[in-house]
């Protein structure tokens, strides 16, 4: 079993600038695949990135690509979110998620750990 915890959520003005951590514990080394998600007001749950556990395989949402970078640090287990020149449009709750086998999906069905989620909100 794995447990996510998310944190460095919070309110930001359009432009600025948030970075989010996830941190896994338990058998964290079953993670290869790590990605985020985000659900905003009255929409689905929607794909915004992810990397492998190498590091060499990184996807991003065409929304968010070039704005927003993903990395991990597998000593602490942890994959961070930095996220810059935030828009209103990027306001959600974001999610990690973890998948134990190591070919890279972007379907929320596909992984098999999810964190409890944090919230930004971007004011215009």
């Known amino acids: 079993q794995v447990e996510l915890v998310e944190s460095g959520g919070g309110l930001v003005q359009a432009g600025g600038s948030l970075r989010l951590s996830c941190a896994a514990s338990?058998?964290?080394?079953?993670?290869?695949?790590m990605a985020w998600f985000r659900r905003a007001p009255g929409k689905e749950r929607e794909f915004v990135t992810l990397i492998t556990r190498t590091g060499k395989g990184i996807l991003y949402a065409d929304s968010v690509k070039g704005r927003f970078t993903i990395s991990r640090d597998n000593a602490r287990s942890t994959v961070y979110l930095q996220m810059n020149n935030l828009k209103p449009e990027d306001t959600a709750v974001y999610y990690c998620a973890a998948r134990e086998a190591a070919a890279a999906r972007v379907a929320p069905q596909e992984y098999d750990y999810w964190g409890q989620g944090t919230q930004v909100t971007v004011s215009s």
């Open positions: 338990g058998r964290s080394d079953n993670t290869y695949v």
